[in-house]
């Protein structure tokens, strides 16, 4: 029995808890509507951060928000009556009933008034019928008909403000949907890593060309610019902008993976086949220019022996020399 007892105020608690919690809910709901009666709140989706407009988490829970001030809005606006039939109304009988007393009249003087003029809306008499009134009953009429007309004013006022309101929470909404449907969108975003990619491509070809010809005009009487600027100095900056381009239109779809496959294998086959060109054409001039040295030193060295033979030979002499007559 105690056991039961305790059971049921533990439940008592919980619910008094929970309905604490809901009335609290309830009040912070209330006074954060009030400022939509009285001012007009801007929009609020172009305060989010622009890092945060690609955080679909974000964007659901504003969307949220926003979607449930907008019923609130809603209710507020349907709840409340259109007081602009009575406003006219108090007009028409404010003024009716200052016209009717003058400065000159004292308070006890008498005007004849019809009902409608004088009476409330629920008056059960008839309205084309006169009765007399005082001039301190109408002049005292005349104040209750004011404040009631700043009644009516101000609630009108309100439910034009919560009107405009919900104009600028609806367009919240609706570029908080765009912005979903543009993160959720992945032709979108491929776009945008395209732009990317092209951007610093294009920037990594604007640097090379840039330090290229920097090279060139620092280093202007200098043999390395010379080298720049002959064959393999053209043909390697040529080359390593023409892979990059490659590259990028391979990003871009604009080249498909074959292609782009043909024609790197293509490019890397020639520098390859250059490079070998290069090194047996060297190799051979080497070859040709030991050749060429050995044949003259060859021919150098056989001259020599002729001329040394020439020169060392003596001359032949007869026996017996006859005598010069």
């Known amino acids: ?24 809910s309830q009040v912070s709901s209330i006074s954060d509507i009030e400022k939509y009666k009285t001012a007009l709140i801007p929009q609020t989706f172009d305060n989010i951060k622009e890092e945060d ?17 907008e019923a609130e809005l809603n209710h507020q606006i349907s709840k409340a009556e259109d007081n602009s039939y009575y406003i006219n109304l108090t007009k028409a009988k404010i003024k009716i009933l200052k016209d009717s007393i003058n400065s ?46 700043k009644e009516f004013q101000k609630k ?16 919240d909404i609706q570029n908080c949907q765009n912005q979903i449907d543009e993160a959720l969108n992945p032709e979108i975003s491929k776009q945008g890593f395209k732009t990317k990619m092209s951007t610093f491509f294009v920037g990594l ?12 005009y620092i280093r202007s009487d200098k043999t390395l610019s010379k ?18 381009a490659i590259i ?21 086959g ?3 086949g250059k490079g070998i060109q290069d090194k047996k054409s060297i190799t051979e001039n080497t070859t040709a220019d030991l050749s060429s040295a050995n044949t003259i030193s060859e021919a150098t060295n056989t001259t020599d022996t002729i001329v040394s033979e020439t020169v060392i030979a003596k001359p032949i002499m007869p026996e017996n020399p006859e005598p010069i007559t």
């Not at 008094?16 to 809901?22: G, H, I, K, P, Q």
């Not at 009108?156 to 367009?171: G, H, P, R, T, Y």
């Open 104 to 149: 000159k009249q004292n308070e006890s003087d008498k005007i004849l008034l019809f009902n409608g003029d004088y009476e409330d809306e629920n008056y059960r008499g008839f309205y084309n019928e006169k009765k007399l009134h005082t001039v301190k009953q109408i002049k005292e009429r005349i104040i209750l008909l004011e404040n009631n007309l």
């Open 156 to 171: 009108f006022d309100e439910i034009q403000m919560l009107s405009k309101n919900k104009i600028n929470v609806q367009a």
């Open 53 to 69: 407009k690609n955080n679909f988490k974000i964007l659901r829970n504003y969307l949220t928000r926003e979607q449930n001030l």
């Open 227 to 244: 080298d720049l600027l002959g064959g393999y100095g053209l043909q390697f900056i040529t080359l390593f902008v023409l892979i990059i």
């Open 1 to 24: 029995m105690k056991k039961n007892i305790t059971l049921i105020k533990y439940l008592i608690f919980i619910m008094l808890m929970v309905f604490s919690f809901t009335g609290f």
């Open 205 to 216: 070809i604007a640097l090379i060309l840039i330090c290229f010809f920097s090279i060139i």
């Open 270 to 272: 020639y520098i390859l």
């Open 248 to 268: 990028l239109f391979g990003i871009l779809d604009i080249l498909k993976g074959s292609e782009l496959a043909a024609m790197l294998s293509g490019i890397s």
